[in-house]
C-alpha cells in the first residue's frame, strides 16, 4: 500500500502540518532506501492524538517508491482513558485478552531478501541492531505481505517488569501490509515457529479490569483485542494499578527531580519513596545520581567554608590593626576576597555566609547545573 494513501493526506500535507510541525519524526536507514515515522514526544506531552499521528508509530517507508515495507501497530491507548474515548468495539463481543509485555517494540521486515528489524523510531538504535541480530539466528519465514511485530526482553534493555535473564523475541501479531488485518491467535501460533507468543487469558472484560486492582507485581497488564475481518482490530491496554505506580516512576523521575528532592526538604518522602518501593534497578539508578549531586553539594560547601572562615580570620587580623571607616568599607575588604577569580564557583555562596544567610538553597542552585543533560533512566520514545 502507498504509504500517503494509508495517511489519507497527500505529501505536501504531511510535510507540512506533521513533519515541519513536529508532531512526527523521520528517520533514515544508513544504507538502505528506507525511513521509518514515529510520533513524535511532543505528541504526548501535549496529548495530541490523530488519525494521521496514531499510524505513525515506526512505519517503514521505500523513499523510492512511497510504498509501505512494514507495518507496526497503531498508537493505542489504555482502557478508560480520555485518548481512548471514542475508541469504537463491539461491546456484546468480549475481546482477545493478551498478556502484557513489558519490553519494547520490534518491527521486523525483509527489504531484498534480507531481515532487518527497527525499533519504535529508529533502524540503528541499541534496540534495532540487537532484535536485527536475534532475528537472523531464527530460520522462521512468514507470510508475504505481512508485518510481523515482537516483543523485545533483554535483561539490559528492561523497563519495570523483570524477566530475568530472558533474551528473546516474543511475536505479537501478524499484520497485514494492505488491510490492517491481523492474524488470528490460533494462526498466529501456528506461525510462531521459534518464537513465543505471549499468553492468552481465557477471562471476559470484566474480570481483566477487576484484576487490574489487584495488588499484582512484576506484571503489567493486558492487551484488550476485538479481531476484524479485513481491517484493523480495535486494541485498547489495561495496567496493572502498582505497574502503573513504577512506570512513573521508571519514565519520569529525571536527575532533576532527584535534585529537587534533595533540595527542597519538603520532597524527601517523595526520595525515599524512589529508593525504597520502586524496582531494584531504578533504585540503583536514583542512588547513583543522589551520589553525584550531593558530592557535589558536599565540595561546594566544603570550600565555601573554608575560603570564608579563612577570610574571617584574615579579616580580625585586619580589624585589630586598621579600623574601617564605615560597615560599606568593611563589606567592601570581603568582597575583594571573594570575588578573585578562584573563588568565582562559590562567590555567591560565600556572600550568602556573609550575610548569615542559609547557603543551603544557593549551594543546591548550583549543583542543579549537573542535571543539565540528564535523563529519566528509561525514554520511552527513543527506543
Known amino acids: 500500500m502507498n ?29 538502505l ?18 488519525s494521521v499521528i496514531s499510524k505513525c508509530r515506526g512505519i517503514v517507508v521505500d523513499r523510492r517508491t512511497g510504498e509501505i515495507v512494514a ?31 513489558d519490553g519494547f517494540m520490534v518491527t521486523a521486515f525483509k527489504y531484498e531478501g534480507v531481515w532487518h528489524a527497527a525499533s519504535k523510531s529508529s533502524f540503528h538504535s541499541i534496540h534495532a541492531k540487537w532484535a536485527t541480530a536475534e532475528l537472523r539466528k531464527h530460520a522462521n519465514d ?3 505481505g505481512w508485518t510481523p511485530v515482537f516483543e523485545g526482553l533483554h535483561p539490559d534493555l528492561r523497563i519495570v517488569v523483570n524477566y530475568g535473564d530472558r533474551k528473546e523475541l516474543v511475536l505479537l501479531t501478524l499484520i497485514n501490509n494492505e488491510t490492517g488485518e491481523e492474524m488470528m491467535p490460533a494462526k498466529l501460533r501456528s506461525l510462531s515457529g521459534d518464537y513465543n507468543t505471549p499468553d492468552q487469558h481465557l477471562i471476559t472484560l470484566a474480570e481483566a479490569k477487576e484484576h487490574t486492582l489487584d495488588d499484582v507485581k512484576n506484571d503489567e497488564g493486558y492487551v484488550l483485542t476485538w479481531y476484524q475481518d479485513g481491517k484493523p482490530p480495535v486494541r485498547l491496554k489495561m495496567k496493572y494499578v502498582e505497574y ?20 527542597q526538604p519538603h520532597l524527601a518522602a517523595e526520595l525515599r519513596e524512589y529508593l525504597d518501593n520502586s524496582t ?26 573554608e575560603v570564608y572562615l579563612k577570610t ?9 590593626v586598621v579600623e574601617f571607616a564605615n560597615l560599606g568599607a568593611y563589606r567592601k575588604a570581603y568582597a575583594l576576597e571573594f570575588t578573585k577569580p578562584e573563588n568565582e564557583k562559590i562567590r555567591a555562596i560565600l556572600f550568602a555566609m556573609l550575610d548569615g544567610k542559609d547557603a543551603a538553597p544557593v549551594i543546591w542552585k548550583q549543583v542543579k547545573e549537573l542535571t543539565a543533560d540528564g535523563n529519566p533512566m528509561i525514554n520511552s520514545h527513543a527506543f
Open 71 to 101: 507495518r507496526p501497530f497503531e498508537k493505542f491507548h489504555n482502557y478508560g482513558s480520555p485518548q481512548a474515548e471514542g475508541t469504537l468495539f463491539d461491546a456484546r463481543v468480549q475481546p482477545t485478552v493478551w498478556e502484557k509485555m
Open 142 to 144: 512468514f507470510p508475504e
Open 33 to 50: 532506501p528506507l525511513n521509518i515515522f514515529t510520533y513524535s514526544r511532543k505528541c504526548q506531552q501535549e496529548d495530541n492524538w490523530n
Open 280 to 305: 531494584p534497578w531504578f533504585a540503583a539508578f536514583v542512588r547513583k545520581w543522589a551520589k553525584i549531586l550531593t558530592a557535589r553539594h558536599d565540595e561546594l560547601q566544603q570550600q565555601a567554608t
Open 244 to 263: 502503573l505506580r513504577l512506570h512513573r516512576m521508571v519514565c519520569g523521575v529525571s536527575p532533576k527531580r532527584i535534585w529537587e528532592s534533595l533540595s
Open 3 to 31: 504509504f500517503f494513501k494509508y495517511m489519507g493526506v497527500d505529501q505536501d500535507t504531511f510535510i507540512e502540518k506533521y513533519l515541519h510541525a513536529g508532531w512526527v519524526t523521520e528517520g533514515i536507514h544508513q544504507t
Open 312 to 320: 574571617v580570620a584574615d579579616m580580625g587580623r585586619r580589624i585589630a
